[in-house]
C-alpha cells in the first residue's frame, strides 16, 4: 500500500462488509487490482464485526445470507449465529484477495469531487486524504447507531450502559437489574439471551413487535453433505427467489383497487391469527395484549425468534408500556411517575438508515459544481438511477440507496449493485474517458417509475398503517427502503442498464493529478 499523505487509487470502495467485500472480488474479476477498500473499524464484516451482543444471528436461512460465488455448505444452523457469520466474511475477503486490499481504522468523513483534475478525494477522520478515480459506496443500510436516543436525561445515568453496537462482555448482569429500551431486531434477540441470568429484566416498549416461531436447528452433516452438491444450492435459492420475485410483482403490478382491499383482508386476517398464537405463548392476559400489533406484519420489520414472547412469561421479566418521562442518574422515570431503578440500562434504540433523508450529513458528499448529495435528498427526495448512481456525481456508485431492497437475501442484491458500478467502470475504462456520469434524463425517467410503481407499497406503509413508526417509511412519507420491482427485473436492470443512460468525459479536458 502507497503510505504517502495522499495515496491515489483507480478505485476506492467505501466499507468493507458484505457490500465491499463483494465490490472488491467483482473488480478483481474484471481485472480492476488498482484499489483499496476503506474500513473505519478494525475487520471485514460491517454489522457482523461492530455487532456482538448476546444472541447475534441471522434471521434469514444462512442459504440465502451467502455470496452466490461463495456458497458454503458447512453452515451449522439453519439461521448461524453472529461469530460464524462473521467468520463466513472474513474467510471470503482472505479467499478472494479482498482482506489484503483493505486499510483498517480509515473512516470517510468527506468525498469531494475534483472538476479539474476529474478525481475523488477522501477526507479521513485521522486527518488523512486518499485520491481516487471511482468511488463505491458500499455502507450498509445500517449506517449508524443513533446518537440521540430521543429520550431526556439519557447521558445521566450512573449505572452501566450497553448498546447492541457496543456491547461489553466483561460486564456481568448475574443478578442484576436491567433494563432495556427498545423492542426492535436487536432486543428480540438479547432478551430471552439474558433474561435467565439477570436478577430483573425490565422491558421498555413504545410500539410491539411481530415474532413468528423461528425454524431453527442444528444442520447434521448428512444434510450438509446434500447442500454441497454442486448446483443444489442454487437450484434451492433460486427458487425462493422466484416465489418472492412474483409475489413483489402482484403486489406492484395489481391497480389500487384491486390490491387495497387485499392489503386491508391480509392484514386483518395476520392480526386474527397472531392473537390465536399469543394466546398459546403468553400466559398473562395484559402482558399479550400489551404484546399485541395494532398494524400489519410487514408495516414494520418483522422478527423470528423462539424465545423472545416466551421471555414474559418468567417471573423476573416485566413488560412497561407507559411512555418514558426521562433517564434519570439511577433509572428509569415513566409518565404515571414510577421510577424503575437499575445496575445497567441497555440502550436498543435503533440505527440511521440509508432510506432516510436525514442520515445524509450536508458537506459530506459533494460533487460537480458543488452538487451537495444531503440537500439534493433532502430536497427532491430520495432518489438514484437503479439504485446506484445520481447526476452530478460522476464516477460514483452506491451498493445501498434508495429504493435497493428488492425482498432477497443481503448479498444477493448488494451482487448486482456492486455488478452495475464495475459495468459502468469498466466502459468508462475500455472507451478511455476520464469520467462517466448517468444522464440527467435517464435518472429521472427511471425515478418517475419506480416512484409511480410504488403506490401500492406507499399505501400500505403511509396510509393502511401510517399510524406505526417504521423504517419502510422515511420522513417524507416515501417507501424508498423497498425497490417496487421483482428480482429479477432489478437484476437485469442493474447488469444490463443501457450503457448510454451514461455520459462519457473527454480525456482531453481532465488535468492529471
Not at 390490491?259 to 403468553?282: E, G, K, T
Not at 422478527?303 to 416466551?310: A, D, K, P, V
Not at 423504517?471 to 420491482?485: E, M
Request: with cysteine; net charge positive.
Amino acid at each position: 500500500m502507497n503510505d504517502t499523505d495522499n495515496p491515489q487509487y483507480e478505485v476506492a470502495v467505501v466499507g468493507a462488509g458484505p457490500g465491499g467485500i463483494a465490490a472488491g472480488v467483482k473488480l478483481r474479476r474484471a481485472g480492476i487490482d488498482d484499489f483499496i477498500v476503506l474500513e473505519r473499524a478494525g475487520e471485514v464484516g460491517g454489522s457482523w464485526h461492530e455487532n456482538h451482543y448476546p444472541g447475534l444471528g441471522v434471521d434469514v436461512p444462512a442459504l440465502a445470507y451467502q455470496y452466490s460465488f461463495a456458497r458454503k455448505a458447512t453452515w451449522s444452523r439453519v439461521f448461524p449465529l453472529g461469530p460464524e457469520v462473521k467468520e463466513y466474511h472474513v474467510e471470503v475477503a482472505h479467499r478472494f484477495g479482498v482482506h489484503e486490499r483493505v486499510r483498517f481504522g480509515a473512516e470517510v468523513e468527506r468525498e469531494e469531487w475534483d472538476d479539474e483534475t476529474g478525481w475523488w478525494r477522501l477526507h479521513l477522520a485521522d486527518g488523512t486524504t486518499v485520491t481516487a478515480r471511482f468511488v463505491i459506496s458500499a455502507v450498509g443500510a445500517f449506517v449508524r447507531p443513533k446518537a440521540d436516543v430521543g429520550i431526556a436525561g439519557a447521558a445521566s445515568f450512573k449505572g452501566k450502559v450497553l448498546r447492541p453496537s457496543d456491547w461489553d462482555h466483561g460486564y456481568d448482569l448475574s443478578g442484576k437489574r436491567v433494563g432495556i429500551i427498545g423492542t426492535g431486531a436487536s432486543a428480540v434477540q438479547i432478551i430471552p439471551s439474558i433474561a435467565p441470568d439477570v436478577g430483573e429484566l425490565t422491558v421498555f416498549q413504545r410500539t410491539p413487535v411481530w415474532s413468528l416461531p423461528k425454524p431453527d436447528f442444528r444442520i447434521p452433516a448428512a444434510l450438509q453433505r446434500v447442500l454441497a452438491v454442486p448446483g443444489l444450492q442454487r437450484v434451492v435459492h433460486g427458487g425462493a427467489l422466484v416465489v418472492v420475485d412474483l409475489v413483489l410483482r402482484a403486489i406492484v403490478g395489481m391497480p389500487g383497487t384491486v390490491v387495497h382491499p387485499v392489503m386491508n383482508r391480509f392484514d386483518a386476517s395476520c392480526q386474527a391469527l397472531y392473537r390465536r398464537y399469543l394466546a398459546r405463548v403468553i400466559d398473562d392476559s395484559a402482558t399479550r395484549d400489551a404484546l399485541t400489533p395494532h398494524f400489519g406484519v410487514l408495516a414494520k420489520r418483522p422478527t423470528l425468534s423462539n424465545g423472545y414472547l416466551r421471555a414474559y412469561n418468567r417471573d423476573n421479566v416485566t413488560l412497561v408500556t407507559t411512555p418514558i418521562e426521562k433517564i434519570t442518574p439511577t433509572g428509569v422515570r415513566t409518565g404515571d411517575r414510577t421510577l424503575h431503578r437499575f445496575d445497567a440500562l441497555i440502550l436498543a434504540t435503533g440505527y440511521e438508515v440509508f432510506s432516510d433523508p436525514e442520515t445524509y450529513r450536508p458537506g459530506t458528499v459533494l460533487g460537480r459544481a458543488g452538487f451537495d448529495l444531503a440537500k439534493f435528498y433532502n430536497e427532491q427526495g430520495l432518489q438514484a438511477y437503479q439504485s446506484v448512481s445520481v447526476p452530478g456525481l460522476p464516477n460514483r456508485w452506491t451498493l445501498v440507496g434508495p429504493y435497493s431492497w428488492t425482498g432477497s437475501g443481503w448479498h444477493a442484491f448488494v451482487e448486482m449493485t456492486a455488478d452495475h458500478a464495475v459495468r459502468a467502470i469498466t466502459e468508462t475504462r475500455r472507451r478511455g474517458a476520464p469520467w462517466c456520469e448517468v444522464r440527467a434524463e435517464a435518472a429521472a425517467a427511471y425515478h418517475r417509475q419506480v416512484h409511480r410503481r410504488g403506490a401500492a407499497l406507499r399505501y400500505y406503509l403511509a396510509d393502511l398503517n401510517g399510524h406505526v413508526p417504521t423504517y419502510y417509511r422515511n420522513s417524507q412519507g416515501d417507501s424508498t427502503y423497498v425497490r417496487p420491482s421483482g428480482f429479477f427485473e432489478a437484476s437485469r436492470g442493474n447488469r444490463r442498464f443501457p450503457l448510454d443512460d451514461y455520459r462519457y468525459g473527454n480525456r482531453t479536458k481532465a488535468r492529471v493529478l
